[in-house]
């Protein structure tokens, strides 16, 4: 399977779909996305942390230090009332601009 | 927002951030260690594939760290660092800056809380400040404008009928009465408001209830008080005094509630004790006035607040009022045909600010303060310029420090953050400092006796005005900034320029005269400055010299009165005739008593005025305005006031024999010019009424105005007024009035049956109070413009010093070369002597050219007079020459031998 760049802006509405089903901390968040891309979507890590700590300021979502299934000490993110709030605009904007795309290159 | 104050909060733990960063990467690098063992890779191959996988670890770090690092932030903490430490290794530099600053910053903190006081602040509880106005009342009287905001209560009644601009009309009056009775009764201020008063706050009782309109009726309304909160504290020691009885003035009010901490009405320079209905105040006047007060426009004496109702611009409810006020004027013109028509009184209304100091017509200590601020920021300027001149010289001082760190590609632009770190850090040092120096200076003018001035500063941190207290000290951190900016600007520009290689080649020595004429430019405008302040200074106190010595007409130094408070039922003539003969026996057998008289009132309490008809003179109203005083045989023995001709009052004057007066001097020359007016007669009231003669003429009185030019006044018995029946007692004391007032009070108090009450000042306290704007101009343009001279003479020393040092090698060569040491000396007191001169003849230019605006606050003062500006500006060279002297001499015992063995 060839990996391929998600757009600009659209990791964080990932992450916040991932938290909004179950905090992670960040390399679950990675596998996560992996997984439900069937491979398709990898995230850099150079890119993964700079993002939840950019959306922790924004106040979308927390972060807390928390045992691991495996008892070890990781750091969970878990999404806020105001983090489902963007994830909701999101969507709807992706959603939006997804049928926008699929217009133009079906113009049936 | 959110995000850079999240950002801020990161930037402060960053530390612990940065770690716990650190530790869930390496979480994350285990994790994919682990899930590559469980591919089935060797524990080796693991690691590697975890390590690529993550790629380069540090730069992850990095990026995500980004988050929480403010570089400018970083920065500035470490220009801080630099700056803490430059200042502590020169601790005089910086004490010097933090004083002068503290000093002029100080000075402005002290006149914007009187300012602010004044005329500014919003009062506690108010809502709605926007649309809440003060009404003032104008009218044209004898080719004048009259601007009032004392009016009838019918008048009131008439603004609510006939205006449809307001949502919300209040009358209000402050009142002086005896609170309480015996022994414990005292003299309070006393709030009588309508029940309306209270809809225009957000204030809630904190204790039972206020009053509401069926409690404020007229002609009489409930007899209800509400305490104030620090009152019911105080007197009551906070306990549920609802049901209790309170005798305030006539009134035996029952106490309903309690007002919440701070709430003072409008009023809140003197804060009422209570809450009183107002219809309850004026219904109970022991006088005709409780009977007509809401029918007739004869009393006025209380003010009215308005809310505009939404919608309603300024000038429409302008407007509309004053059409009010027109008709109203008319409908008085209906019951006294005598007051001027309306066609020519022109009445109109003005809705204007809550506070009278901001009003259309502020009081000369509103307008005299505004001046005061005014020199308070000159003082900052001057205050500035001297502590510029100090950066400049310490920049100088480093210049080739500087230039090396530029030539080491130390960005301008971070030195000038650098310099600005420093002047901003000293400035708000400077700040704090000011409000210390603020706090002592309201207790320092309560000393002096400034009452009115330092009631306004200390009123400020009392905690019955819990409110807005954040006002001064933030317009304090703001001058503090904006100084610091300034001195931190001027010479960070200056030294910005300049060629580095000459400045690094040039030495030791190098560049002497860099900066000099900016320095010297800097002093000029200093010393210009402070010539102007000290000119006013002067202006001011021989004003109040003159004030003082104004001849008042009456000894003010032995004179006591005594306010005679009735309370209880309603007096008839012959109960008052007898208490009067009571009080004036028990004073007169008073050792210490010289003379006594009983007077309607007394100067500078009020005066009385009527109508006056005189054969032979068109219109008296024209010529000015003529007030008179009912008053007892004694009077002129017991005020010191000289009979210039004919006799004074005398006890023979009783009702039923013919109606006699005492006129002043310029009363007789206006209404007799060139004849002798003794013997000539005039009509109170109506032409119609028996005839007044005139038996004698006194000498001219202040009697409410000290600026005012006329004195046109009366005397006439008071056994034959049927007005006044005579309030006020005035006792001639053998001895100091202050020393024995109190005992005066109680020898009378025990006189006197019933619940009345009498209150004892002495005279020269009424005269000194109304002596007040002058006092405060002249104290604080006094020390203000000592300040000045003070902080200017530093900056002129310093700068005489710099250079003295800076030259030093200079003056050895001199003598080397056979210069006397009397040449050096002239040289260097020459030279600052040329600055004092050039500041002072501009300080003369700038104040002459600003003597036109000072003068109506002055005092039988010419703003121009020459004596003032000569001797300032001698006052100012000598200390110019004293300032220089030491300096000079350091340079005059330079060291020939020294200098020449340097190079």
Partial sequence: MTRRDIFPGMLDMLILKTLSIQSMHGYGIAQHLLRLSRDVIQVEEGSLYPALQRMRQKGWIKAEWRQTPNNQRARYYLITASGRHMLGEQEDGFKELLAAVRRIMNPI | ?903
Avoid at chain 2, 401 to 411: F, I, Q, Y
Wanted: aromatic letters at 8%.
């Fill in chain 2, 1 to 903: 927002v959110r995000e850079w104050i999240a950002r801020l909060i990161d930037w402060l733990q960053r530390d612990r951030l940065d770690h716990e960063l650190r530790q869930e990467l390496r979480f994350h690098h285990d994790q994919l260690e682990r899930a590559a063992q469980a591919d089935g890779a060797p524990a080796d191959d693991a690691r590697s594939i975890a390590r690529r996988r993550l790629g380069n670890l540090t730069r992850v770090h990095e990026s995500a760290r980004e988050r929480w690092s403010i570089p400018w932030l970083d920065q500035f903490q470490q220009d801080l660092r630099y700056a803490l430490r430059g200042l502590r290794r020169s601790p005089g530099f910086a004490a010097t800056v933090v004083i002068t600053l503290g000093l002029g910053i100080g000075a402005n903190a002290v006149m914007f809380t009187v300012v602010d006081r004044l005329m500014l602040r919003p009062h506690a509880y108010l809502r709605d400040a926007g649309r809440t106005h003060r009404i003032y009342w104008q009218w044209q009287e004898r080719g004048t404008t009259t601007t009032s905001m004392s009016t009838e209560y019918r008048r009131y009644l008439d603004l609510g009928k006939w205006t449809t601009s307001f949502s919300q009309l209040a009358g209000f009056s402050e009142r002086d009465l005896a609170v309480g009775s015996g022994e414990s009764a005292r003299e309070r201020r006393v709030s009588v408001i309508s029940a309306s008063y209270f809809d225009f706050f957000a204030a809630r009782p904190v204790l039972g209830r206020f009053f509401g309109t069926s409690e404020d009726t007229t002609p009489r309304g409930a007899d209800v008080a509400v305490l104030a909160h620090d009152f019911w504290q105080t007197e009551f020691g906070g306990r549920d005094v609802r049901g209790e009885r309170l005798q305030v003035g006539d009134v035996r009010a029952t106490i309903i509630g309690v007002a919440p901490p701070g709430f003072a009405g409008v009023n809140d320079a003197s804060p009422p004790v209570l809450f009183l209905p107002i219809t309850t105040f004026a219904g109970s006047r022991p006088s005709t006035d409780a009977l007509t007060y809401f029918t007739r426009y004869q009393w006025g004496w209380m003010h009215v607040l308005v809310r505009r109702k939404p919608g309603v611009t300024l000038a429409q409810a302008q407007a509309d009022a004053s059409q009010a006020f027109r008709r109203s004027w008319g409908a008085a013109r209906a019951q006294e045909p005598a007051i001027a028509s309306t066609a020519l009184a022109n009445p109109r209304v003005l809705v204007s600010t809550l506070r009278p100091g901001a009003g259309p017509d502020p009081s000369l200590e509103a307008r005299t303060a505004i001046w005061v601020a005014v020199v308070a920021s000159i003082v900052l300027v001057i205050a500035c310029s001297n502590v510029a001149n100090l950066f400049l010289a310490r920049v100088l001082r480093r210049k080739r420090e500087t230039a090396l760190r530029l030539a080491l590609g130390v960005s301008r632009h971070r030195l000038l953050t650098q310099w600005l770190t420093e002047s901003l850090t000293l400035a708000l040092v400077g700040g704090v400092a000011a409000l210390v120096i603020a706090r002592w200076a309201g207790a320092a003018l309560r000393v002096s006796g400034l009452e009115g001035v330092s009631r306004l500063l200390i009123t400020s941190d009392t905690r019955s005005a819990p409110f807005m207290d954040w006002r001064v000290p933030s317009v304090t951190a703001a001058l503090a900034i904006a100084a610091g900016l300034v001195v931190g600007l001027v010479p960070a520009f200056w030294s910005g320029r300049g060629d580095l290689a000459r400045t690094l080649r040039g030495g030791v020595r190098g560049g002497v005269s860099e900066g000099v004429r900016m320095r010297a430019a800097l002093l000029v405008v200093q010393t210009t400055l402070s010539v102007v302040l000290l000119i006013g200074a002067a202006l001011f106190v021989r004003s109040l010299q003159s004030v003082k010595a104004m001849p008042l007409g009456y000894d003010v130094d032995r004179v006591l009165l005594v306010n005679r408070v009735i309370r209880g039922p309603v007096f008839n003539d012959s109960t008052h005739h007898e208490m009067r003969r009571i009080l004036m026996a028990t004073a007169q057998s008073l050792p210490v008593v010289e003379s006594a008289a009983w007077a309607s009132s007394a100067p500078f309490v009020s005066t009385s005025y009527t109508d006056l008809f005189v054969p032979g003179v068109d219109s008296v109203a024209r010529l000015g305005v003529f007030t008179y005083q009912a008053t007892t045989a004694d009077y002129f023995r017991t005020m010191g006031t000289r009979i210039i001709r004919g006799r004074a009052l005398s006890a023979d004057d009783r009702a039923g024999t013919p109606n006699v007066a005492v006129v002043s001097a310029s009363m007789a020359r206006v209404l007799w010019p060139r004849q002798d007016a003794l013997g000539k007669c005039f009509h109170m009231r109506s032409d119609t009424l028996p005839c007044t003669t005139v038996v004698g003429i006194a000498e001219d009185m202040v009697q409410r105005d000290i600026g005012g030019a006329q004195r046109y006044h009366y005397y006439i018995s008071v056994d034959q007024s049927t007005r006044t029946r005579g309030n006020w007692m005035l006792l001639r004391l053998r001895t100091d009035p202050a020393r024995e007032a109190q005992n005066i009070r109680q020898s009378l108090q025990r006189a006197l049956p019933g619940t009345s009450y009498v209150t004892v000042q002495p005279l020269r306290e009424v005269v000194q109070s109304a002596q007040q704007s002058w006092r405060m101009g002249a104290t604080m343009f006094l020390a203000f413009g000592l300040l000045a001279l003070f902080v200017a003479a530093v900056g002129l020393y310093g700068v005489v010093a710099y250079s003295v040092t800076e030259r030093k090698h200079e003056w050895g060569v001199c003598l080397a070369l056979g210069a006397q040491r009397i040449d050096i000396l002239g040289l260097v007191a020459g030279q600052s002597v040329r600055l004092a001169l050039a500041g002072c003849a501009l300080g003369v230019l700038v104040a002459l050219s600003a003597s036109r605006w000072i003068q109506p606050l002055l005092f039988q003062q010419s703003p121009t007079d020459p004596r003032v500006y000569i001797t300032i500006s001698a006052v100012l060279i000598v200390i110019a020459l004293v300032a220089a002297s030491f300096p000079a001499f350091r340079a005059a015992r330079a060291d020939p031998n020294g200098a020449l063995k340097a190079d």
